[in-house]
């Protein structure tokens, strides 16, 4: 019989060749549409960072998946939660880094006075791939001096290896995955 979160987890959906050809797309928008499904992994990774040996602070959310991720999770722990976007998005005074894709460059922003120095935090999103997208928002984070305790994703695409990007530079970082491909 599958488990609750078996089956939360059999609701992401695999679409080939999106939005290139080559890349298989993991869409969790069926995931999120059902409430059971969306539940239990929220419960799920709550359970995980209650585990963490310390207390978390604050979860970072990474635009725009990682917000619905994100603010659910901190709803549920009773913490706040600070988005991480876009460059442009954000009105007041931001951190920014700039990080390299498979081609070309991107950036993710941060407002500058959200995390306090003493702060632990998870940073949230829904699938690690190669890890750019983590690596460039845990470098946000220790702008700020706030300490990444753990990664959290629904999903890890292993063969990209992103967990093996982000433990050269942070070999303390936990990274948790609920489902691993
Ligand atoms: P990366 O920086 O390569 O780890 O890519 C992570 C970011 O891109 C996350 O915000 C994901 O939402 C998105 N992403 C990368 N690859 C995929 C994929 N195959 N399916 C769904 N989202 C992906």
Redesign the pocket.
């Known amino acids: 019989m599958t488990s609750p979160l078996g089956r939360a987890l059999s609701l992401i959906a695999d679409v080939p060749d999106y939005p290139k050809p080559g890349?298989?797309?993991?869409?969790i928008t069926p995931l999120l549409a059902d409430g059971e499904g969306f539940s239990v992994v929220i419960d799920e990774l709550a359970r995980h960072i209650k585990g963490l040996s310390v207390g978390i602070d604050a979860i970072v959310g990474?635009e725009s998946?990682?917000f619905i991720l994100g603010g659910a999770l901190a709803k549920a722990l009773g913490i706040g939660f600070v988005t991480v976007r876009k460059p442009g998005k954000l009105p007041r005074d931001v951190h920014r880094k700039d990080y390299q894709?498979e081609y070309g460059f991107d950036a993710l922003e941060m407002h500058k006075d959200l995390l306090d120095p003493k702060h632990n935090v998870v940073i949230v999103?829904?699938?690690?791939?190669?890890?750019?997208?983590?690596l460039a928002c845990h470098e946000l984070v220790e702008y700020t001096k706030a300490k990444t305790i753990a990664h959290v994703f629904l999903l890890e695409?292993s063969f990209?290896q992103?967990r093996n990007l982000i433990n050269k530079t942070h070999p303390e970082v936990e990274i948790i995955s609920l489902l691993q491909t």
């Open positions: 890349i298989l797309f993991k869409d990474i998946r990682g894709l999103d829904d699938v690690l791939a190669t890890g750019g997208t983590a695409i990209l992103g």
